[in-house]
C-alpha cells in the first residue's frame, strides 16, 4: 500500500532534487568535455538517496574506492595485457587492499571502478580513461554533496524515521 509519505510533497521535492543534481553534474561533466559524462549523474543519484550524513560516508566509500579502481585499473591495463585472469587478480588485490587500509566499504566501487576501465574497450590510453573516470564520479559526488546539504531531502529523512519506528 502506498502511504501519504511516499506519494506526496516529500515524494515530489525529492523527485524535483535529484532530478536537478543529476543534469547538474551531468552539464558539468560534459562542460570539462568528459567523454562517459554519464558517470557524473550516476553517482550523484547515488549519494542523493540518503540524508547529508549518509551521503558524507557513501561519498567518501565511492571517491576512495573509485580512486583505488582507477590506479589499479591503469596500472594493469598500461603494464600487463588486459585478460580476465588480470582483471581477476585485480579485483583481489584491491580487496585484500581494502581490507587491510580497514576500507570494506570501497571495495565494491573500486571494483567497479577496475571493470570499467579494463574491460570496456576504450580509444583511449588507460591512464586517460581511468582520470576520466575518477573526475566523472567527483563531480556527481560533489553535486549531490552541495544539493544534499542546501536542499535536505524530506523522502529521504521519511525512511529513516519509518525504518526507526519498526
Known amino acids: 500500500m502506498i502511504s501519504r509519505s511516499q506519494f506526496g510533497w516529500p515524494a515530489v521535492s525529492s523527485s ?11 552539464l558539468i561533466a560534459r562542460l570539462f568535455g568528459l567523454p562517459e559524462a554519464y558517470w557524473a549523474p550516476i553517482s550523484t543519484i547515488v549519494v542523493m538517496q540518503s540524508t547529508l550524513g549518509a551521503a558524507l560516508k ?23 595485457s588486459q ?3 588480470v582483471f581477476a587478480l585485480g579485483v583481489f588485490f584491491l580487496g585484500i587492499l581494502c581490507a587491510l587500509l580497514r576500507l570494506p566499504d570501497s571495495y565494491r566501487f573500486a571494483g567497479i571502478t577496475l571493470a ?38 524530506t523522502l529521504a529523512s521519511q525512511h529513516e524515521k519509518e525504518a526507526g519506528a519498526e
Open 16 to 26: 524535483a532534487r535529484t532530478a536537478l543534481a543529476a543534469a547538474a553534474s551531468f
Open 58 to 80: 557513501i561519498s567518501g566509500d565511492r571517491f576512495i574506492g573509485t580512486l583505488l579502481g582507477a590506479i589499479a585499473g591503469g596500472l594493469l591495463s598500461r603494464y600487463v
Open 83 to 85: 585478460v580476465w585472469w
Open 116 to 153: 570499467i576501465v579494463m574491460l570496456i574497450p576504450h580509444a583511449a590510453e588507460p591512464w586517460t580513461v581511468a582520470l576520466h573516470r575518477f573526475i566523472e564520479v567527483s563531480i556527481g559526488i560533489v553535486v549531490g554533496l552541495v544539493i544534499t546539504a542546501i536542499w535536505p531531502g
